[in-house]
């Protein structure tokens, strides 16, 4: 189950709720019983990752204007 949720949601890592009791910066929200708790953190991975996805996004919409498909 977990290996489908990380799939389906982009999730790169999962960890118990001890371990993010632990952890500043990290919501927890519950939803009628199932807790999920999501580290707000901004590591140097996801800023890369970020940063690719801006340029990748950048490059798609100036395809489009030209009409390269």
């Known amino acids: 189950m977990i290996a489908i949720l990380k799939a389906e949601l982009n999730i790169v890592d ?3 709720s001890e371990d993010f009791k632990k952890s500043s910066g990290v919501v927890m929200h519950d939803i009628d019983g199932f807790v999920v708790y999501i ?3 901004i590591t140097p991975r996801l800023q890369a990752e970020g940063e690719a996805r801006e340029v990748i996004r ?3 919409d100036q395809r489009k204007k030209w009409g390269w498909h």
């Open 14 to 16: 999962t960890a118990t």
């Open 39 to 41: 580290d707000t953190a």
């Open 58 to 60: 950048k490059i798609q």
